[in-house]
């Protein structure tokens, strides 16, 4: 069974740091291209970035908003996806989902998601 | 960036009766490298993750009832949920992989009547 569990979330001020990581199992999670998808309480869906598989050059993507912010890295002998997240706005509050790409499409296996809130 | 437009917003539709959800991308999302689309559909329940339904615009992911289709081409897609069923209550996401960014429609929320 495909499992994807994020922790490291929670509640940070302003300009403030969190890293996000995210444990996976039941698939080979070095084959994965894996990416971050967050969601405002309440709103859509919003790409926040994407890591390629080593093989592929292990290049990473991001969105607008948070390209020199946030960083996404892996650790492929781990089985989990990191995603550091610095200088933290308000709006970067949201629910933050780990996903996985296991080859119908690059967001096929979703994380029950982890909650980030940034307030002062 | 591949702007997702989803129609209707909200959709109202009685047990057992068709529901149909439009989907246009602002650009083509036909890829070049192996003539598919690149355009999926999620459907999220409360509390819950998105979960795929459709890839490759009309690909049923396994495990997801017939009576979810997915159609279209280019830049205009529908999700259509032939015969509505309670469980089927539920936000709908269309999704471009083509180019990056990544990009959703804003979601169509589909209630019972």
């Known amino acids: 069974e495909v499992q994807l569990v994020e922790s490291g979330g929670g509640l940070v001020k302003p300009g403030g740091s969190l890293r996000l990581s995210c444990a996976t199992s039941?698939?080979?999670?070095?084959?994965?291209?894996m990416s971050w998808v967050r969601q405002a309480p309440g709103k859509g869906l919003e790409w926040v970035g994407r890591?390629?598989?080593?093989?592929?050059?292990?290049?990473?993507d991001y969105a607008a908003p948070v390209k020199g912010r946030f960083t996404i890295s892996r650790d492929d002998s781990e089985n989990t996806l990191y995603m550091q997240m610095n200088s933290l706005k308000t709006e970067d509050t949201a629910l933050y989902y780990c996903?996985?790409?296991?080859?119908?499409?690059?967001?096929?296996?979703w994380g029950q998601g982890i909650l980030v809130t940034v307030s002062s | 960036d591949i702007v997702m437009t989803q129609s209707p917003d909200s959709l109202a539709v009685s047990l057992g009766e068709r529901a149909t959800i439009s989907c246009k991308s602002s650009?083509?999302?036909?890829?070049?490298?192996?003539?598919?689309?690149?355009l999926a559909w999620y459907q999220q329940k409360p509390g819950q993750p998105p979960k795929l339904l459709i890839y490759?615009?009309?690909a049923r992911e396994s495990g997801v009832p017939d009576r979810f289709s997915g159609s279209g081409s280019g830049t205009d897609f529908t999700l259509t949920i032939s015969s509505l069923q309670a469980e089927d209550v539920a936000a709908y996401y269309c999704?471009?992989?083509?180019?990056?960014?990544?990009?959703f429609g804003r979601g169509t929320k589909v209630e019972t009547k």
């Open positions: 996903v996985a790409g296991l080859g119908a499409t690059p967001l096929d296996a």
């Open positions: 999704h471009q992989h083509c180019s990056i960014p990544w990009t």
């Open positions: 650009q083509s999302v036909l890829s070049s490298s192996n003539n598919k689309n690149c």
């Open positions: 490759w615009a009309s």
């Open positions: 890591i390629k598989r080593i093989i592929d050059g292990g290049a990473t």
């Open positions: 039941g698939f080979t999670f070095s084959n994965a291209w």
